[in-house]
């Protein structure tokens, strides 16, 4: 099955299961959980939140796989690049992209969506893990942007 027709169907079942649910940690759960579920080379799948007690700072939140890093600051790494930018990062080398942050060193590419509320504030960052190189491309990224804008900007 072509990567579209995947995501097509996991953003209805993501959009059915948080249809009318407006708790951020259970849509997390719901949103990292299908994903996970959707794509065999997805290797982690979850949120670093916003930790409202530091600034500049994520606290992992609700995620599919390995142990994830606990916290990440916004200077820190792919997550970090995508809070201080406000923009998805796209990484086919970890190992390339400077400072990143081996939280598994099984992961080999990535990509890192930020994640707004309604008011256009930052929540958190949706990071996608795979073990192989270049799993990641504009398609990802236009679909999960897409995904991540539907469940949390309502």
């Known amino acids: 099955m ?17 249809d009318g649910e407006y708790n951020i940690i259970a849509n997390m759960a719901s949103v990292s959980c299908l994903l996970n579920l959707a794509f065999e080379d997805y290797f982690w ?10 600034e500049n700072e994520l606290v992992i939140g609700p995620y599919q796989g390995t142990l994830g890093c ?6 820190r ?3 970090g690049a995508a809070a201080k930018t406000g923009k998805t990062q796209i990484v ?5 992209f400077p400072d ?18 309604k008011k256009g ?9 795979s073990t192989k190189l270049s799993t990641f491309d ?17």
């Not at 799948?45 to 409202?52: A, K, N, R, W």
């Open 2 to 18: 072509k990567k579209e027709s995947i995501y097509a169907q996991v953003e209805a079942e993501i959009l059915s299961v948080t």
């Open 45 to 54: 799948v979850g949120f670093y939140i916003v930790d409202p007690e530091k």
């Open 70 to 75: 606990l916290r990440i600051s916004f200077d």
């Open 77 to 79: 790494g792919v997550c």
């Open 92 to 96: 086919e080398d970890v190992n390339a």
């Open 100 to 117: 990143h942050i081996a939280c598994d060193s099984q992961t080999n590419s990535e990509i890192v969506v930020p994640v707004f509320n």
């Open 121 to 129: 504030e930052l929540i958190a960052v949706l990071d996608v893990d």
């Open 138 to 154: 504009e398609t990802d990224k236009l679909w999960l942007e897409k995904i991540i804008n539907k469940v949390f900007k309502k």
